[in-house]
């Protein structure tokens, strides 16, 4: 008897079939399944949208089970699936298969495919049912986090995840139990603190209030290895979840190499590299500490400011390496003689300083002081070489000259400079008139530079006479100032200070011009002044654009290089006696007379003084102030007078005043004078009308 359905119970019976479709594929949406069905008598499938989407296979093309695995299926697993199929039928079980196919747009994804069989009622089976699943991004992100951890568990830095309550680890990877020396196990059973013995309660908190503040924090601490060494390292901290836990998770890496490149750095700014002693940074770092101890004890230290004497000329004439080791060698014998707590330090080429602390008494700075003049002034060996050195040292005293460190080592520079002053090899307090004449100095010097700008300076002659026929041969030219407002400043008062300050190339250019212009003048007038000398200062004949300079005013005055003689120091020359001899035999092959200034006072050796292409020596006035009453200044200027006959060298006599004086030079065979027995110094207009 047929079933009679009505058609309302028939639409709800559909409605329900539909909606409960409906729910089917949106739960299959959301676990990401695709499910199937396929006729095992036709081959022909029925897919789900989620099947085709995830094959990328448009919903209205055909998709038999032929299609699924010779178009998708990758080769590898075609035997794989017709397997499954036969196991799924033998056993009447449902089974599981993971494989990879190649989607229509060509990107290779790995696949689940869970299979059954529904068998009719005799116990054939006439289809497949099953789901798919794309595993793709899942096994993807299975394979990253399996990097991740390995990444993680050996990397060299070391990563430890602690109990925020409790600070007992969690996890402790390979890095860090190679480096603390400790098995997994012994580390889990450990607290941070057993690890971090310097870790205090304090610091902690002041860690957990950055973390919460920026959400990490980084932190510098000791690790105790388990053999009992320690290491620094430096952390990276934040909080993570770690097993359903609130946890910390430290990054250590140890940062041993880093301090001590630190350190080594720290120390390379800080000291001097040639001689490792403090440098400029430093030594102004311990004067001020030096002076916040003294005041604060109420005690005294003195500073001392050395300069060696006659370096300049080592380095110059044996170079540079020579000069470092001399530096080296200065700075062995200085701190030798120095106690523990006084600090020496290199400012930079030849000058040293010193704190002397806990000073009571000022004949401790003496003694001091005495022992550096000594132990420099010994011999220096080097390379087989036996060399020369002193020291010029200026003392200030904390706080009897001063309260701040600016004005300390301005005085103790100031009584340096006062020690070479008075000859150097020794050393000089400093005083209130220092300070002065300082002052004096730095005025002068200012003015020095106006006057040379504004060229202020008036040339003054000084006739040399041939004491036979009374007749004038020569003029030594010679420069005074014409300041403004002070009027005529002789040479002894500007001349040194000029030499000290590097101004002498100018002051001498001045002059030349001047003079030359003067006497190409009166030569043109018919006037007949001789030979005009100048002054020559060596540093000037050593700039290298002196003789084209020489030449080029020669030429503009017209002046003729038979008028000219350069009178040089003998101090000068010796300094460095073939460089000069090399630097005069140009002057020489040019016509210029050359004459020896001073000769007596310096040190010249007879060796070297026939090399020299000279053509006149002066008898220097120190020599003849006192004949004819000193016996020594008689037999010193005829032995110079003697000298320069066997070398058939012209000779003058300067500072001659009185006619006794006159008279000895001439009858002991020195014809030329000059004096204030024939003239004073004068200027153009009176040489002008001497000469008419």
Same mark, same amino acid.
């Given at each position: ?58 919903? /209205? ?146 860690? *957990? ?62 000291? /001097? ?16 500490? *030096? ?48 106690? +523990? ?71 103790? /520079? ?83 200070? *000029? ?8 002051? /001498? ?23 005009? *000398? ?30 000219? +003689? ?127």
């Amino acid at each position: 008897m047929p079933i009679d359905i009505k058609n309302d119970d028939l639409e709800t019976a559909l409605s329900k079939l539909k909606a409960r479709e409906d729910t089917l594929r949106s739960l299959e949406n959301v676990a990401g399944l695709g499910s199937w069905e396929i006729d095992l008598a036709t081959k022909e499938s029925i897919w789900s949208p989620k099947s085709y989407e995830i094959y990328k296979v448009p919903q /209205d093309s055909e998709v038999g089970l032929d299609f699924f695995t010779n178009t998708l299926l990758l080769p590898q697993y075609r035997d794989k699936i017709d397997e499954i199929i036969q196991k799924v039928i033998r056993s009447k079980e449902a089974h599981h298969i993971t494989c990879k196919a190649k989607r229509t747009d060509g990107k290779i994804i790995d696949i689940s495919i869970n299979v059954q069989a529904i068998f009719d009622e005799k116990g054939k089976a006439t289809k497949l049912i099953g789901t798919t699943q794309d595993l793709t991004e899942y096994l993807q992100l299975k394979q990253h986090t399996k990097e991740l951890v390995e990444l993680i568990e050996y990397s060299s830095n070391e990563i430890y995840i602690l109990d925020i309550d409790t600070l007992d680890y969690l996890y402790a990877n390979k890095g860090a139990r190679d480096a603390l020396g400790y098995t997994k196990q012994e580390l889990l059973s450990m607290n941070v603190k057993e690890i971090n013995p310097d870790l205090t309660q304090e610091r902690i908190e002041e860690i *957990a209030s950055t973390m919460k503040s920026k959400g990490y924090a980084l932190n510098r601490a000791i690790h105790k290895r388990k053999d009992g060494t320690r290491y620094p390292v430096q952390s990276y901290i934040h909080t993570l979840t770690y097993q359903n836990r609130d946890a910390i998770v430290l990054f250590d890496t140890d940062i041993s190499q880093t301090l001590q490149l630190e350190q080594e750095l720290h120390h390379q700014a800080h000291h /001097d590299l040639l001689t490792v002693l403090p440098n400029r940074m430093l030594f102004h770092d311990r004067l001020s500490q *030096a002076i916040v101890s003294a005041k604060r004890h109420e005690t005294k230290f003195a500073l001392l400011f050395l300069d060696l004497d006659h370096f300049k000329t080592i380095n110059d004439s044996l170079g540079h390496q020579i000069g470092d080791k001399v530096l080296i060698e200065a700075t062995k014998r200085l701190k030798s003689i120095l106690r +523990e707590e006084d600090t020496l330090s290199r400012l930079g080429g030849d000058e040293f300083t010193i704190i002397l602390k806990d000073i009571h008494d000022i004949k401790d700075i003496v003694t001091v002081a005495k022992k550096i003049n000594h132990i420099l002034k010994e011999p220096i060996y080097i390379e087989s070489q036996q060399l020369y050195i002193s020291a010029s040292i200026g003392i200030s005293i904390y706080p009897d000259n001063t309260h701040t460190e600016e004005n300390l080592i301005k005085y103790a /520079d100031t009584a340096m400079y006062k020690a070479k002053e008075d000859g150097r090899d020794r050393f000089a307090f400093y005083s209130t008139e220092m300070t002065e004449d300082a002052y004096r100095n730095v005025v002068l010097e200012n003015s020095l530079r106006i006057a040379i700008k504004e060229q202020q300076f008036e040339i003054y002659y000084q006739p040399q006479y041939d004491a036979k026929n009374e007749r004038i041969v020569g003029m030594e030219a010679l420069v005074r100032w014409q300041h403004p407002h002070l009027g005529i400043i002789p040479p002894n008062e500007f001349i040194p200070m *000029a030499e000290k300050v590097g101004l002498i190339v100018e002051i /001498d250019k001045i002059v030349m011009q001047k003079a030359m212009q003067q006497f190409a003048t009166w030569y043109r007038d018919g006037l007949k002044p001789g030979t005009l *000398a100048l002054n020559l200062a060596m540093k000037h004949l050593n700039e290298q654009e002196f003789i084209p300079y020489l030449l080029n005013t020669m030429q503009q005055y017209n002046f003729h290089p038979s008028w000219l +003689e350069m009178e040089l120091t003998e101090g000068d020359i010796m300094r460095d006696p073939e460089t000069s001899i090399k630097k005069l035999n140009i002057l020489h092959e040019i016509g210029i007379e050359l004459a020896i200034d001073d000769f007596g006072t310096g040190y010249s050796s007879l060796s070297y003084l026939k090399k020299f292409p000279l053509t006149k020596l002066k008898i220097d006035r120190s020599f003849i102030k006192d004949i004819p009453t000193d016996e020594e200044d008689i037999a010193i200027t005829k032995a110079i007078i003697a000298l320069s006959k066997s070398l058939r060298l012209k000779l003058i006599a300067e500072g001659v005043e009185t006619e006794e004086q006159r008279l000895f030079v001439r009858d002991n065979g020195c014809n030329y004078i000059q004096g204030y027995y024939y003239s004073k110094p004068i200027p153009a207009q009176e040489v002008t009308t001497l000469l008419s």
